[in-house]
């Protein structure tokens, strides 16, 4: 079935440092994929995304990749800070059948030490 | 996001209870989904409704149930078929265009008493 993984599932960056997480998944009929951050006891807030015929974006210090061959598609903080620390959440929306569900990685938590 | 109330947002469950949990949206959304969150977990997902009067299963049905009688609002149920129902939900909506990201409430926070 659709299946989206993330990894790492835990990851530490001092302040100042890059940071990448990456997503794989599973339908290739995929054609939207956003990301979420999740700090402690709130809700998943949409922080950017990227269409299936766009390559890469960027927003400030943040920036997502997409490699629609290889099915993967990663994210990118740059100059970390501490307010950074949170979870995130990649997710792949497919388009066949109709759905508008939408298949979620299992997480990363992102530590900024300062 | 502003535009989708839950509520409440702490609720306590008694044995053999079955309690309703509120999901209102005023973003004019067709699409609308429950998640189940554990501590330190990822988004589970219960239900989901893509237009009013429809709704499908998600990953982990069994022991909720929901209903769509208005577009603005999907609220979840959690029978006592459901053995353990501490956690965090998740309501969320989203449109139903390309490229349409979810919006998420605030979430409530179920416990067993």
């Known amino acids: 079935g659709e299946n989206v993984e993330q990894h790492p599932s835990t990851l530490s960056v001092q302040e100042g440092d890059s940071a990448v997480i990456k997503c794989t998944y599973s339908d290739s009929a995929s054609n939207y994929f956003p990301w979420y951050k999740q700090e402690l006891g709130k809700r998943p807030q949409l922080i950017i995304d990227?269409?299936?015929?766009?390559g890469e974006k960027k927003d400030q210090r943040i920036a997502v990749t997409l490699n629609k061959t290889a099915k993967h598609f990663s994210l990118h903080i740059t100059e970390t800070q501490p307010e950074d620390s949170a979870v995130y959440f990649c997710a792949a929306r497919p388009s066949t059948s109709g759905t508008y569900k939408y298949i979620f990685g299992t997480g990363t938590r992102l530590k900024v030490l300062a | 996001d502003g535009g989708i109330t839950q509520s409440p947002k702490y609720l306590f469950r008694k044995e053999g209870q079955n309690v309703t949990l509120s999901c209102e949206q005023n973003l004019n959304h067709d699409a609308m989904y429950w998640y189940r969150q554990d501590p330190g977990q990822g988004l589970r997902l219960i239900y989901y409704?893509?237009?009013?009067?429809?709704?499908q299963k998600g990953d982990i049905a069994e022991g909720y149930s929901v209903s769509r009688e208005k577009k603005e609002s999907f609220p979840l149920t959690v029978t006592s078929a459901q053995k353990n129902p501490t956690a965090f939900y998740l309501c969320?909506?989203?449109?139903?265009?390309?490229?349409?990201?979810?919006?998420f409430g605030d979430g409530t926070r179920l416990s067993i008493l």
């Open positions: 990227i269409r299936s015929n766009v």
């Open positions: 969320a909506s989203s449109g139903t265009g390309l490229s349409q990201p979810q919006h």
């Open positions: 409704s893509q237009i009013v009067n429809d709704f």
